[in-house]
């Protein structure tokens, strides 16, 4: 009864490709989060969707697109990587915007 | 531009010791304050949360923090640590005005020598 679940946990490809990262949560929560944290483990919020619209988008390359198709669900797809694109991706939830946050376990993508 | 800063990206203490953790933010209305705790190979867990009401907030695992509204600040503290305490801690910062968005502070490594 995992309460945020991200898959796959490891995902490593060439730089070109499109990925995609699936996020679930299974609290009934409104609001859901991307979230990037780089090697010096600095975490940096990329997208926020509310009730499946999207409420903040940070200064994030549009090669980076997240998708909503209902508000329990919010998945990352990713054109084009880059090396930089390297790092771990975290997806939370959160019961609405002001409040705290639960975090999937993370996905760590590597881009050779 | 909204900030938060910790202090201290690295501590090292031994068992027993306590700790102190710095926070400060910039933003300049109304907020909410929120630890987390990234233990090795894990995700990031809620330590404590500070809305509003009394400024000295108890979380889990004997951890507290204390909100200084004056001084923008929201300590973390725990009076004798332990060699599972090892994690890296992070300060969250949402604003009530303007979107909600988070912002997190750098982290501070905390290694706890046994």
């Known amino acids: 009864d995992t309460a945020v679940s991200q898959t796959p946990k490891y995902l490593v490809t060439q730089m070109g490709n499109d990925k995609s990262i699936k996020c679930e949560q299974n609290?009934?929560?409104?609001?859901m989060y991307w979230y990037k944290q780089d090697s010096k483990k600095f975490l940096k919020i990329m997208f926020s969707?509310?009730?499946?619209?999207?409420?903040i988008n940070e200064t994030v390359p549009n090669r980076f697109s997240p998708k909503s198709p209902d508000k329990a669900h919010l998945n990352l797809h990713i054109n084009s990587l880059e090396l930089g694109d390297s790092a771990v991706y975290f997806c939370a939830s959160s019961q609405d915007g002001p409040g705290e946050q639960y975090f999937g376990p993370g996905t760590r993508l590597t881009v050779t | 531009a909204q900030s938060v800063s910790q202090h201290n990206h690295h501590v090292i203490l031994s068992e027993a010791a306590s700790l102190e953790l710095g926070c400060n933010y910039s933003y300049g209305g109304t907020v909410n304050l929120f630890w987390y705790v990234q233990y090795p190979g894990q995700h990031l867990q809620l330590l404590l949360k500070?809305?509003?009401?009394?400024?000295l907030v108890k979380g889990i695992k004997g951890f507290e923090a204390e909100f200084i509204k004056s001084k923008f600040s929201f300590n973390l503290r725990k009076p004798s640590v332990q060699w599972s305490d090892t994690a890296e801690y992070f300060c969250a910062v949402i604003s009530l005005t303007g979107g909600f968005k988070t912002i997190f502070g750098a982290g501070t490594r905390l290694f706890v020598k046994a």
């Open positions: 500070y809305f509003s009401g009394d400024p």
């Open positions: 969707y509310n009730n499946k619209e999207l409420i």
């Open positions: 609290l009934g929560h409104d609001t």
